[in-house]
Every structure is written in structure tokens, then in C-alpha cells.
């Protein structure tokens, strides 16, 4: 699980030009960009898909941006890889600190 900032969600379903129909949820982070070469530094946004469209209904109430627990699973199509989001939960303000580092 990974603490996230949750910048955007976005329903889409409907049918293509070619009859082909679609059905999805896009969730929308912020992402740290690498800055491992030094020619990138700061965030960027990354998408991620989280079932169908129906999905964004459990979460447009929510004040956007928020911070959420999020777990992300790897799939394939046996051609393509992509990362996909298997669950979100929304965390309180107070959960949503950044998290503390003790001196030992």
C-alpha cells in the first residue's frame, strides 16, 4: 500500500466509432518524477485505471485533492504491462500528514 495524493477521477464509458464499447475509471496521482539523470525534478501526474466508470461514483463527493491508501497491481495482456489500482481509501486530514521522522 502506498500513500497518495489523489489530484483527479474520471468515469468514461460509452461505445467507439468501431462499436467497440468501453467501460473505465481513471484516477489521476501525483507522481514524483526522476530525477536520477538531473534533467527532471518535481511531480507530474500519473494515470491510473480503477475498474469501470461506476466506480467514480463511490468517490466524486470527496474534496479533491485528497490523500488515499492505494494498492497498485501489475497486470498484462500478455503483450502490454500496466500498473492498475486494486484499491483506494480515502484518508482522514489527520492521516494525511506527512509522516514524521524520529531522531534515534
Request: proline share 5%.
Amino acid at each position: 500500500m502506498a500513500k497518495l495524493l489523489v489530484l483527479g477521477m474520471k468515469g468514461s464509458k460509452g461505445v467507439m466509432d468501431n462499436g467497440k464499447a468501453y467501460d473505465s475509471c481513471t484516477v489521476f496521482v501525483q507522481t514524483r518524477l526522476d530525477e536520477s539523470k538531473g534533467t527532471a525534478k518535481g511531480f507530474a501526474v500519473g494515470e491510473y485505471k480503477f475498474g469501470e466508470a461506476s466506480t467514480f461514483d463511490k468517490y466524486k463527493h470527496l474534496p479533491f485533492p485528497f490523500y488515499a491508501e492505494v494498492e497498485i497491481d501489475v497486470v498484462t495482456s500478455g503483450k502490454v504491462m500496466a500498473q492498475v489500482i486494486v484499491s483506494l481509501t480515502p484518508l482522514k486530514p489527520e492521516q494525511a500528514k506527512p509522516e514524521q521522522h524520529k531522531a534515534a
